[in-house]
Nanobody
């Protein structure tokens, strides 16, 4: 069973930055496609960014492309989401997720097998 623990959320002013971290067990970062998803109150869960296990392939949601960067440090079993130029509409609970099979590289949360507990990101105007 893969265990995922997110951290790094908090309250930040619009235009600011946060870096989310997801520490995984069982070598998940190196063996699994990893994704960051988010869910705002009253809204459906949506993907933010995903990264494959070994090729360095990434997919970003259009609204975050150029502002957010997903990366992985397999030696530390950690996936990061660097969030810059944050906007109020980025406010949500952010979840880390893992999928064993990397390709196709899915953006649907239904394709991911393991989930963290979530970390709250709140962006104030």
């Amino acid at each position: 069973q893969v265990q995922l623990v997110e951290s790094g959320g908090g309250l930040v002013q619009a235009g600011g930055s946060l870096r989310l971290s997801c520490v995984s067990s069982e070598g998940a970062v190196g063996s699994y496609a990893m994704g960051w998803f988010r869910q705002a109150p009253g809204k459906e869960r949506e993907y933010v960014a995903v990264i494959d296990a070994s090729r360095g392939i990434t997919i970003y949601k259009d609204s975050v492309r150029g502002r957010f960067t997903i990366s992985r440090d397999n030696a530390k079993n950690t996936v990061y989401l660097q969030m810059n130029s944050l906007k109020v509409e980025d406010t949500a609970v952010y979840y880390c997720a893992a999928r064993y099979m990397s390709f196709p590289l899915y953006t649907s949360g239904d394709r991911y097998d393991y989930w963290g507990q979530g970390t709250q990101v709140t962006v104030s105007s």
